[in-house]
């Protein structure tokens, strides 16, 4: 199936987006497949950058200023993110399910945004006054038809799934803060209780609000699998100037109510493996494999235990603010086994080094399901380590906890693998 490209360029735009021929330019430059097309502008927009995501944001709310109050009141760390996901899909034109699987759930996760099937052609129209007015002679009548025609199929996935969500879920869940415990001066382990039953699979993140920061939602892990009383836990780090992250960390007490989003993410557990696990984690990149480790612990059976290997790392020994916890799952289940390893304090006690290099040392064995989660350089690295040392792509499960985008800019916590 060819997802998003409808007409090869040949078709016309929807009644939605018609209206933009108007500005398409006289030259006559080569036929290209629609695909092509795609990828060519995009490129060409990519280039200009800020000046094409202000041009976008600036159309779309000088035409509909009713959609303004559902972004963000101040917008300029975070309002490339559209367009970070137009790349994603740019780039994934030749993976049409990978992509699917992806728009269907970017769709049921604006539910809590406030997006409604109405509001599409309105971002549509913006989105291809954009393309239009940064592609110059590119943009022909076929490159118009062809996002179009793209545009509209990313349309019908999102708002597909949407519908179908809000036939079980609501569009968020409001829940209160139970718990919250300064394990160090920047991380907080805070315990929330959904209002109604919140349904996830361990491993998966979610979008949290905070009380402080109106329509700013950022994701985060949940730390715990799925239990009995509801509760969620989730290991948050103030990362610096970081507005949800700091308001969570520093400004959240018990009684406080924050929103959270539906659930998301695929590195969950792989159905019918029973095989062994190798979990590596940095930072608070932790809290999903903890909740992988509580999950398979729980689905173990006696006859068939599971052998689980964590190793967890950190910049120095006080950033390692689970290991109580840790020992204690350890000491219930003898075939957990968890190391640490510590990068930046040559005089600390342990294993010493940042985690790829620890793990190319002490690979797993080859049929191992490997679970790598943190900061996506140190992520990035242990992939090409586990690859190199010959273990299959289908048997590493990885999860980034920071946008791509923004890898090297802080002090947070890329130097665990960097
Ligand atoms: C799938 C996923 C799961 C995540 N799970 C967790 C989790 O369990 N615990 C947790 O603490 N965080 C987690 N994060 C990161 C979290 O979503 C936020 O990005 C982070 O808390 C910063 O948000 P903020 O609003 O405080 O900072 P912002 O106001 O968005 O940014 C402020 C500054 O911090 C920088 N920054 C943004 N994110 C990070 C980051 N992750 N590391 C370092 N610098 C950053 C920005 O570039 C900017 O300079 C996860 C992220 C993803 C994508
Ligand atoms: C094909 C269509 C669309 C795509 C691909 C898309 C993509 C995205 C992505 C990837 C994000 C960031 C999500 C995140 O970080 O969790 C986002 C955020 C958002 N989108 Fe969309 N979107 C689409 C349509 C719409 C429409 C029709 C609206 C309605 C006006 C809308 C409103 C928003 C809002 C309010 C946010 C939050 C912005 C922020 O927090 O800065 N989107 N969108």
Same mark, same amino acid.
């Given at each position: 199936?060819?997802?998003?490209?409808?007409?090869?360029?040949?078709?016309?735009?929807?009644?939605?987006?018609?209206?933009?021929?108007?500005?398409?330019?006289?030259?006559?430059?080569?036929?290209?497949?629609?695909?092509?097309?795609?990828?060519?502008?995009?490129?060409?927009?990519?280039?200009?950058?800020?000046?094409?995501?202000?041009?976008?944001?600036?159309?779309?709310?000088?035409?509909?200023?009713?959609?303004?109050?559902?972004?963000?009141?101040?917008?300029?760390?975070?309002?490339?993110?559209?367009?970070?996901?137009?790349?994603?899909?740019?780039?994934?034109?030749?993976?049409?399910?990978?992509?699917?699987?992806?728009?269907?759930?970017?769709?049921?996760?604006?539910?809590?945004?406030?997006?409604?099937?109405?509001?599409?052609?309105?971002?549509?129209?913006?989105?291809?006054?954009?393309?239009?007015?940064?592609?110059?002679?590119?943009?022909?009548?076929?490159?118009?038809?062809?996002?179009?025609?793209?545009?509209?199929?990313?349309?019908?996935?999102?708002?597909?799934?949407?519908?179908?969500?809000?036939?079980?879920?609501?569009?968020?869940?409001?829940?209160?803060?139970?718990?919250?415990?300064?394990?160090?001066?920047?991380?907080?382990?805070?315990?929330?209780?959904?209002?109604? %039953?919140?349904?996830?699979?361990?491993?998966?993140?979610?979008?949290?609000?905070?009380?402080?920061?109106?329509?700013?939602?950022?994701p985060f892990s949940v730390a715990n699998a799925p239990r009995a009383d509801g509760l969620l836990t989730f290991h948050i780090r103030?990362?610096?100037?970081?507005?949800?992250?700091?308001?969570?960390?520093?400004?959240?007490?018990?009684?406080?109510?924050?929103?959270?989003?539906?659930?998301?993410?695929?590195?969950?557990?792989?159905?019918?493996?029973?095989?062994?696990?190798?979990?590596?984690?940095?930072?608070?990149?932790?809290?999903?494999?903890?909740?992988?480790?509580?999950?398979?612990?729980?689905?173990?059976?006696?006859?068939?235990?599971?052998?689980?290997?964590?190793?967890?790392?950190?910049?120095?020994?006080?950033?390692?603010?689970?290991?109580?916890?840790?020992?204690?799952?350890?000491?219930?289940?003898?075939?957990?086994?968890?190391?640490?390893?510590?990068?930046?304090?040559?005089?600390?006690?342990?294993?010493?080094?940042?985690?790829?290099?620890?793990?190319?040392?002490?690979?797993?064995?080859?049929?191992?399901?490997?679970?790598?989660?943190? %900061?996506?350089?140190?992520?990035?690295?242990?992939?090409?380590?586990?690859?190199?040392?010959?273990?299959?792509?289908?048997?590493?499960?990885?999860?980034?906890?920071?946008?791509?985008?923004?890898?090297?800019?802080?002090?947070?916590?890329?130097?665990?693998?960097?």
């Amino acid at each position: 199936m060819t997802i998003l490209i409808g007409n090869n360029g040949a078709g016309s735009p929807s009644p939605g987006l018609r209206g933009l021929r108007n500005v398409v330019s006289e030259a006559e430059p080569p036929v290209l497949s629609s695909t092509e097309a795609i990828t060519h502008t995009f490129s060409l927009v990519n280039q200009v950058g800020d000046a094409a995501v202000a041009y976008f944001y600036g159309r779309l709310f000088a035409e509909n200023p009713e959609l303004r109050p559902m972004f963000p009141a101040a917008m300029d760390a975070q309002r490339d993110r559209l367009f970070r996901a137009l790349t994603r899909i740019v780039h994934s034109l030749s993976t049409p399910e990978r992509m699917e699987s992806y728009l269907s759930q970017l769709g049921l996760d604006h539910r809590k945004y406030g997006v409604l099937t109405e509001h599409y052609p309105a971002v549509g129209r913006a989105l291809l006054a954009t393309l239009c007015r940064f592609s110059g002679t590119a943009w022909t009548p076929g490159a118009e038809a062809a996002w179009a025609g793209a545009y509209e199929r990313a349309t019908q996935l999102m708002t597909a799934a949407a519908d179908k969500s809000a036939e079980h879920s609501p569009p968020w869940w409001s829940a209160e803060v139970v718990g919250h415990e300064l394990r160090s001066p920047t991380l907080a382990v805070l315990t929330l209780r959904p209002d109604e %039953p919140f349904r996830y699979h361990a491993g998966q993140y979610v979008s949290i609000q905070s009380a402080q920061w109106h329509r700013v939602w950022r994701p985060f892990s949940v730390a715990n699998a799925p239990r009995a009383d509801g509760l969620l836990t989730f290991h948050i780090r103030a990362v610096p100037g970081g507005w949800v992250s700091s308001a969570l960390v520093h400004h959240t007490r018990m009684g406080d109510r924050v929103n959270l989003g539906p659930p998301q993410g695929s590195m969950t557990l792989v159905a019918g493996s029973g095989g062994g696990m190798f979990c590596v984690a940095g930072g608070s990149g932790l809290a999903p494999l903890k909740a992988l480790i509580e999950q398979a612990i729980a689905e173990s059976q006696p006859d068939q235990r599971r052998r689980i290997r964590l190793i967890v790392g950190a910049r120095c020994e006080s950033e390692l603010y689970d290991l109580p916890d840790l020992w204690r799952l350890e000491s219930y289940y003898p075939w957990l086994h968890i190391s640490t390893a510590v990068s930046g304090d040559p005089d600390c006690s342990g294993v010493k080094g940042m985690l790829p290099d620890v793990i190319a040392r002490q690979l797993p064995q080859k049929d191992d399901d490997v679970y790598v989660s943190g %900061p996506s350089p140190m992520v990035n690295k242990c992939m090409q380590v586990l690859r190199t040392a010959g273990l299959r792509n289908c048997r590493i499960h990885a999860d980034p906890v920071d946008p791509p985008s923004k890898l090297t800019d802080s002090a947070g916590e890329d130097s665990i693998g960097s």
